[in-house]
Nanobody, 119 residues
């Protein structure tokens, strides 16, 4: 059974940093990504990684970094220079090979972890 379990969320002041982790079990994945969803808003793409390639939207480029530890079957999201508008529930996702920016391109999802950035 496939499971994705996120951790590392919390409350941080603007300008601070957090590192999210997503541990996968049940199988390995070629492609993994992070999305976020703020109250009243649609789920938003944050980062993706596949076979060493990464991709970010302009909203987080230069501040967020996605990485993975193949041996631990874990993907990370390092978030620096956090802003109040980064406040959301962050979700880990896994799917088929390639860089994917749309939620429907991912097959498995974690339960989410809350990130709150205070001003």
């Amino acid at each position: 059974q496939v499971q994705l379990v996120e951790s590392g969320g919390g409350l941080v002041q603007a300008g601070g940093s957090l590192r999210l982790s997503c541990a996968a079990s049940g199988r390995t994945f070629s492609s993994m990504g992070w999305f976020r969803q703020a109250p009243g808003k649609e789920r938003e793409f944050v980062a993706a990684i596949s076979r060493g390639s990464t991709y970010y939207p302009d909203s987080v480029k230069g501040r967020f970094t996605i990485s993975r530890d193949i041996a631990k079957n874990t993907v990370y999201l390092q978030m620096n220079s956090l802003k109040p508008e980064d406040t959301a529930v962050y979700y880990c996702a896994a799917g088929r090979s390639g860089i994917h920016v749309r939620a429907e391109e991912y097959d498995y999802w974690g339960q989410g972890t809350q990130v709150t950035v205070s001003s």
